[in-house]
Protein backbone atom coordinates (compact mmCIF):
# COMPACT_ATOMS: atom_id res chain seq x y z
CA UNK A 1 0.00 0.00 0.00
CA UNK A 2 1.30 3.49 -0.49
CA UNK A 3 0.19 6.98 0.11
CA UNK A 4 0.29 9.16 -2.79
CA UNK A 5 0.35 13.18 -2.17
CA UNK A 6 -0.99 15.75 -5.38
CA UNK A 7 0.49 18.85 -5.78
CA UNK A 8 0.62 21.36 -8.71
CA UNK A 9 -3.04 22.30 -8.77
CA UNK A 10 -3.72 26.16 -9.63
CA UNK A 11 -6.09 28.77 -11.19
CA UNK A 12 -5.06 29.30 -14.73
CA UNK A 13 -6.37 31.35 -17.50
CA UNK A 14 -7.90 28.90 -20.51
CA UNK A 15 -4.50 27.91 -22.99
CA UNK A 16 -2.72 27.29 -19.63
CA UNK A 17 -0.28 25.42 -18.69
CA UNK A 18 0.07 23.27 -15.31
CA UNK A 19 2.12 20.27 -14.43
CA UNK A 20 0.45 18.26 -11.53
CA UNK A 21 2.78 15.92 -9.62
CA UNK A 22 2.28 12.53 -7.61
CA UNK A 23 4.41 11.90 -4.78
CA UNK A 24 4.47 8.08 -3.54
CA UNK A 25 7.55 6.28 -2.30
CA UNK A 26 8.09 2.69 -2.42
CA UNK A 27 6.20 2.26 -6.13
CA UNK A 28 9.27 0.00 -7.62
CA UNK A 29 9.10 -2.28 -4.88
CA UNK A 30 5.62 -3.81 -6.57
CA UNK A 31 3.87 -4.05 -9.91
CA UNK A 32 2.33 -0.31 -8.97
CA UNK A 33 0.28 1.62 -11.61
CA UNK A 34 -0.51 5.25 -11.55
CA UNK A 35 -3.73 7.07 -12.94
CA UNK A 36 -5.17 10.49 -12.38
CA UNK A 37 -8.86 11.29 -12.03
CA UNK A 38 -10.66 14.00 -11.83
CA UNK A 39 -13.99 15.26 -10.53
CA UNK A 40 -15.55 18.64 -12.50
CA UNK A 41 -18.30 20.61 -10.36
CA UNK A 42 -21.50 18.74 -10.31
CA UNK A 43 -20.12 15.29 -12.13
CA UNK A 44 -18.77 11.96 -11.68
CA UNK A 45 -15.10 11.07 -10.98
CA UNK A 46 -13.34 10.06 -14.58
CA UNK A 47 -10.07 8.79 -15.53
CA UNK A 48 -7.96 11.32 -17.18
CA UNK A 49 -4.53 9.00 -17.71
CA UNK A 50 -2.73 6.28 -16.55
CA UNK A 51 1.03 4.67 -16.75
CA UNK A 52 1.67 1.23 -16.23
CA UNK A 53 4.28 -0.71 -14.24
CA UNK A 54 8.24 -1.02 -15.60
CA UNK A 55 7.17 -0.89 -19.72
CA UNK A 56 5.07 2.53 -18.92
CA UNK A 57 2.36 2.33 -21.10
CA UNK A 58 0.33 4.78 -20.92
CA UNK A 59 -3.83 5.51 -21.41
CA UNK A 60 -5.48 9.05 -21.86
CA UNK A 61 -8.94 9.63 -22.08
CA UNK A 62 -10.03 11.01 -25.52
CA UNK A 63 -10.66 14.80 -23.84
CA UNK A 64 -7.05 15.41 -23.15
CA UNK A 65 -4.87 13.01 -25.06
CA UNK A 66 -3.48 15.22 -27.44
CA UNK A 67 -2.78 18.24 -24.71
CA UNK A 68 -2.17 15.79 -21.50
CA UNK A 69 1.13 14.13 -20.97
CA UNK A 70 1.67 11.28 -18.53
CA UNK A 71 5.30 10.57 -17.53
CA UNK A 72 7.33 9.12 -14.57
CA UNK A 73 10.62 10.37 -12.81
CA UNK A 74 13.03 7.62 -12.95
CA UNK A 75 13.61 6.82 -9.99
CA UNK A 76 9.35 6.52 -10.41
CA UNK A 77 8.94 8.41 -6.93
CA UNK A 78 7.00 11.16 -9.07
CA UNK A 79 4.39 10.75 -11.53
CA UNK A 80 3.82 13.73 -13.43
CA UNK A 81 0.55 15.02 -15.56
CA UNK A 82 1.85 17.70 -17.99
CA UNK A 83 -1.20 19.39 -19.41
CA UNK A 84 -1.04 21.77 -22.27
CA UNK A 85 -4.36 23.51 -23.90
CA UNK A 86 -6.21 24.08 -20.31
CA UNK A 87 -9.65 24.43 -21.63
CA UNK A 88 -12.27 25.70 -18.82
CA UNK A 89 -13.83 22.12 -18.93
CA UNK A 90 -10.23 20.86 -17.24
CA UNK A 91 -11.41 22.49 -14.14
CA UNK A 92 -12.09 20.17 -11.10
CA UNK A 93 -10.13 18.21 -8.42
CA UNK A 94 -7.23 15.87 -9.77
CA UNK A 95 -6.72 13.14 -7.66
CA UNK A 96 -3.95 10.19 -7.94
CA UNK A 97 -4.19 6.81 -7.55
CA UNK A 98 -2.31 3.75 -7.50
CA UNK A 99 -2.85 -0.14 -8.21
CA UNK A 100 -0.58 -2.73 -7.20
CA UNK A 101 -1.28 -5.74 -10.06
CA UNK A 102 -0.63 -9.17 -9.16
CA UNK A 103 2.17 -9.17 -11.82
CA UNK A 104 4.21 -7.79 -14.55
CA UNK A 105 1.82 -6.99 -17.81
CA UNK A 106 -1.24 -8.37 -15.96
CA UNK A 107 -4.31 -7.65 -17.86
CA UNK A 108 -5.90 -5.52 -15.34
CA UNK A 109 -6.37 -1.70 -15.07
CA UNK A 110 -4.38 0.60 -17.08
CA UNK A 111 -3.60 -2.30 -19.64
CA UNK A 112 -6.49 -2.63 -22.19
CA UNK A 113 -8.76 0.32 -20.41
CA UNK A 114 -8.87 2.07 -17.23
CA UNK A 115 -10.69 -0.76 -15.44
CA UNK A 116 -12.50 -0.15 -12.28
CA UNK A 117 -12.20 2.37 -10.46
CA UNK A 118 -12.76 0.73 -7.07
CA UNK A 119 -9.63 -1.47 -8.21
CA UNK A 120 -7.52 1.74 -7.75
CA UNK A 121 -7.12 0.86 -4.40
CA UNK A 122 -5.12 3.87 -3.06
CA UNK A 123 -5.38 7.58 -3.08
CA UNK A 124 -4.20 11.11 -3.05
CA UNK A 125 -6.74 14.04 -1.32
CA UNK A 126 -6.91 15.82 -4.59
CA UNK A 127 -5.61 18.99 -5.89
CA UNK A 128 -7.59 22.23 -7.08
CA UNK A 129 -7.44 23.26 -11.08
CA UNK A 130 -9.39 26.15 -12.14
CA UNK A 131 -9.51 26.91 -15.91
CA UNK A 132 -11.35 30.53 -15.82
CA UNK A 133 -10.73 33.92 -17.61
Known amino acids: QVQPVESGGASVQPGGSLRLSCAASGLTLDYYRIAWFRRAPGKEREAVSC????????LYADSVKDRFTISTDNARNTVFLQMNGLKPEATGVYYC??????????????????????????WGQGTQVTVSS
Open 97 to 122: AAYRAPHFSFLGPCRGGFGREAEWED
Open 51 to 58: ITDRDTQT
